[in-house]
């Protein structure tokens, strides 16, 4: 009895030191809806990878300074000083907050594209692209209803 006792630790020792590490190597960027009063176009944006109809988002045309929150968590995601007209009909971001979001390759719709999602919440908010006209080279294409804007004055 001892002897089995003492096995049965020391596998469960040995498998949560193996296993715990190459189980989060498989881990997803995990999701969850803090703010219970989203809408089910949001939602569907954001749990569920979903795109709102280009020029349909009043933020197309803010162009006051301040910063662009995370419209579940309201974690701070875009500087205005980064945003830019890039005449897609979605906000576009040249640079993200530090930090601000997690990416992941998505292979929907036959191409190659590069999703993002807040690193807080883990909704998703857009697709970064290597065409932007600013230093950075990078354009962050927002879906205008993950994001709520709150002005600086
Ligand atoms: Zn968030």
Redesign the pocket.
């Known amino acids: 009895m001892k002897k089995r006792k003492f096995i049965k630790l020391l596998v469960s020792t040995f498998s949560s030191f193996f296993f715990i590490p190459l189980s989060s190597l498989y881990a997803t960027i995990e999701k969850k809806i803090i703010n219970k009063s989203l809408t089910e176009e949001q939602k569907k944006i954001m749990f569920k990878e979903g795109t709102e109809r280009p020029f349909t988002s009043s933020l197309n045309y803010e162009t006051r300074e301040g910063f662009y929150h995370?419209a579940?968590?309201n974690?701070k995601l875009f500087s205005s000083n980064a945003k830019f007209d890039s005449g897609t009909g979605w906000p576009s971001f040249s640079e993200a907050l530090p930090g601000a979001f997690k990416t992941k390759v998505d292979y929907s719709f036959g191409m190659k594209r590069i999703e993002y999602h807040?690193a807080?919440?883990g909704?998703h908010h857009g697709h970064v692209f290597d065409d932007g006209p600013s230093e950075t080279g990078k354009r962050f294409c927002n879906n205008g209803l993950c994001l709520i804007f709150i002005p600086s004055n």
């Open positions: 995370c579940n968590c974690a807040c807080n919440c909704a």
